[in-house]
């Protein structure tokens, strides 16, 4: 016989959001491929994916110009004006998320 050790799952995330569970080089990996699901219209799997970067790396712009973009391409301005709006408070400084505030802005988000 095997000596067999069950594993437990995990009760909440805080357990998980350890140092290095989300190395820069996965997290990269993971912008890309959220980019790439944008590219091809499937919503669902760029928002599951640029969630999770929220999540483990709230202070990249990547996950609030992800999840931004996810709403402004679909025409939903004041969810994607909401998302960059929380971006900004975590990454003032973003170039980007500015940027995507004023396509926003221009397109419908009332300020």
């Not at 799997?45 to 110009?65: C, D, G, M, N, T």
């Not at 999840?67 to 909401?82: C, G, N, V």
Request: proline fraction near 5%; charge should be negative; charged fraction near 20%.
């Amino acid at each position: 016989m095997y000596n067999v050790k069950i594993a437990h799952p995990t009760r909440n995330i805080e357990a998980l959001c350890v140092a290095g569970v989300l190395a820069p080089g996965l997290a990269r990996l993971l912008t890309e491929v959220g980019f790439l699901a944008i590219d091809q219209k499937d919503w669902p799997r760029a928002h599951q994916i640029f969630s999770v970067l929220k999540e483990f790396r709230s202070e990249s712009e990547f996950p609030y110009v992800g999840l931004a973009l996810i709403e402004l391409l679909q025409s939903r301005f004041e969810a994607a004006a909401a998302e960059v709006a929380q971006g900004l408070l975590k990454v003032p400084e973003s170039r980007a998320l500015i940027e995507l505030l004023d396509i926003v802005l221009r397109n419908g988000a009332s300020s």
